[in-house]
């Protein structure tokens, strides 16, 4: 029989999402924050990232996986159609490394030595779901990097749930400030909505924010590294 996944909200919106909304966000990356929050994450990803195949998964606006061209097999999936269709546009050597699934119903034609799920997990409708499918498609000690909130329902389930598939945390530390913001009160969103005005005008030079992030990245989400066990 084949049951219909129990998709969440966020992921149909990204499902059913219309080019122009696509075009919309992938404007997004020439704000100056989403240049240094790629900056953060290159520094604080790329040293986990095992090859020679690597997916990530969702790719969004493309963002991340073009800095892993030329060092790594990258493949990249997305529920986003829209996303995946420009990201083939944009990289037609590798087209055929796109592909349109969710973490509800994974290709799992492929498998790969490193993951990369950024800013997405806690919104999946079916957590367990997600990382049993995850866990299918990663070859034995493969690894898989993704970021979850601490404020998220099944953070504190996370080692647990992550284990039952065969996965091992072997790095967990605190990611992206920015994210974290939406959680504070009216006084500190309003201090940061000022602070992001500075970054966007250029008065925040990039040494910076990296500080600024250090100091109060405890604010922000988790990022995970775990490994896949042997058997
Ligand atoms: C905030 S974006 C993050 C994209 C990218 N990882 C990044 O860091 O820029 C969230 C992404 O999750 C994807 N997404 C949402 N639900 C999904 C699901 N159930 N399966 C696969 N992708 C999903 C969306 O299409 C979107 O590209």
Avoid at 15 to 33: E, G, N
């Amino acid at each position: 029989m084949n049951m219909k996944p129990n998709l969440s909200k966020y992921s149909i919106h990204y499902r059913d999402m219309d080019p122009a909304t696509a075009d919309r966000a992938l404007s997004s990356l020439q704000r100056r924050i989403e240049d240094f929050r790629l900056r953060l994450d290159l520094g604080k990803i790329l040293p986990w990232i095992k090859g020679p195949d690597v997916l990530d998964f969702p790719i969004g606006t493309g963002r991340f996986y073009p800095h892993l061209l030329g060092r790594y097999n990258v493949f990249g999936y997305d529920i986003a159609g829209e996303y995946v269709r420009r990201a083939r546009t944009r990289h037609p050597e590798i087209a055929a490394h796109f592909a349109e699934c969710s973490f509800e119903t994974i290709d799992a034609s492929r498998s790969f030595d490193t993951i990369v799920t950024l800013r997405t997990l806690n919104n999946v409708g079916d957590t367990e779901l997600a990382v049993r499918n995850v866990a299918s498609i990663l070859k034995p000690k493969g690894r898989w990097i993704f970021n979850y909130p601490v404020t998220g329902a099944r953070y504190s389930e996370l080692p647990a749930l992550l284990s039952r598939h065969g996965l091992r945390v072997i790095s967990e530390c605190d990611y992206d400030f920015h994210a974290g913001t939406v959680h504070d009160g009216s006084l500190g969103q309003r201090i940061y909505a000022r602070y992001l005005r500075l970054i966007e005008a250029g008065l925040v030079p990039y040494a910076v924010f990296g500080a600024v992030d250090r100091v109060f990245a405890s604010r922000g989400t988790h990022l995970f590294v775990c490994e896949k066990s042997v058997s």
